[in-house]
C-alpha cells in the first residue's frame, strides 16, 4: 500500500491530454514538494518534474505538473506513442520520523 | 558527464546479506550539491526509497528499513555502498543508485541491479 495514491491506469489517444492524479496528506503533499518520474519499460526512472511544476532542461513542454492542497497532477498534452510508460509521483513524507515516499504508480497506454 | 553503475551478486541465500555498490564515474562523490541514494523496486511494483548518504558520510534512511539497512561511502574509490541485512524473498528487486539534490530530488540513476532472494 502505497502513502501515495495514483490510479493504477490510464489511456488516452495520440494528439489528446491526459492528467495522471496523486492524491496524498497534510505531511506529504500538503508541506512539501512533489516530484514525477517517468519510467519507460524496462528501464530506470526518469525525472519529469521538479518542485511541483518545474521542468528539466530539455524536458518537453508536452510535460506539466500541477499541485493544490494535498493533490497534485501531471498533465501530458499532444500525446505520444513514446510517452507510453509508468508515472510516479513522489514527496517528503514530515511523519514519524520523515521518509521519502512514491504514489503506487500509473501505466499509461497511448490506443 | 555523469554516470553512475550499481555492481554486485544478482542472487543472495534468505538470511544473508544484500551487498551492492554503486560506481560513480564523470564527476566526483566529493560534492556539497549531490547527495546519494538507493531506490528499490519489486518486479512489476513500485518505488521504495531505501537510504541517502552524503559524502561525508551523513545517512538517512527508509524507518521501515533502518534496521537492517546501511549505506557507506568511498570517497577515494567514488563509491558508495548498500548492505540490507536478513533478507527475505520481500527483498527481491531492482536496485538503482541514485545521485540526489535538494531541488531536483533524483535527477540521475543508475541502469539497476536485479536482486533475487532464493536458496
Known amino acids: 500500500q502505497s502513502v501515495l495514491t495514483q490510479p493504477p491506469s490510464a489511456s488516452g489517444t495520440p494528439g489528446q491530454r491526459v492528467i495522471i492524479s496523486c492524491s496524498g496528506s497534510s505531511s506529504n503533499i500538503g508541506d512539501n514538494y512533489v516530484y514525477w518520474y517517468q519510467q519507460l519499460p524496462g528501464a530506470a526512472p526518469k525525472l519529469l518534474i521538479y518542485?511541483?511544476?518545474q521542468r528539466p532542461s530539455g524536458l518537453p513542454d508536452r510535460f506539466s505538473g500541477s499541485k493544490s492542497g494535498t493533490s497534485a497532477s501531471l498533465a501530458i498534452s499532444g500525446l505520444r506513442s513514446e510517452d507510453e510508460a509508468d508515472y510516479y509521483c513522489a514527496a517528503w513524507d514530515d511523519s514519524l520520523s520523515g521518509n521519502w515516499v512514491f504514489g503506487g504508480g500509473t501505466k499509461l497506454t497511448v490506443l | 558527464q555523469m554516470q553512475l553503475q550499481e555492481s554486485g551478486p544478482g542472487l543472495v541465500k534468505p538470511s544473508e546479506t544484500l551487498s551492492l555498490t554503486c560506481t560513480v564515474s564523470g564527476g566526483s562523490i566529493i560534492s556539497d550539491t549531490y547527495y546519494w541514494a538507493w531506490i528499490r523496486q519489486p518486479p512489476g511494483k513500485g518505488l521504495e526509497h531505501i537510504g541517502i548518504?552524503?559524502?561525508?558520510?551523513?545517512?538517512s534512511y527508509n524507518p521501515s528499513l533502518r534496521s537492517r539497512t546501511t549505506v557507506s561511502v568511498d570517497t577515494t574509490r567514488n563509491q558508495f555502498s548498500l548492505n540490507l541485512r536478513s533478507v527475505t524473498a520481500a527483498d527481491t528487486a531492482f536496485y538503482y543508485c541514485?545521485?540526489?539534490?535538494?531541488?531536483?530530488?533524483?535527477?540521475?540513476w543508475g541502469r539497476g541491479s536485479l536482486v533475487t532472494v532464493s536458496s
Open positions: 541514485t545521485r540526489l539534490t535538494t531541488v531536483t530530488f533524483l535527477d540521475l
Open positions: 518542485r511541483n511544476d
Open positions: 548518504i552524503s559524502h561525508t558520510g551523513r545517512t
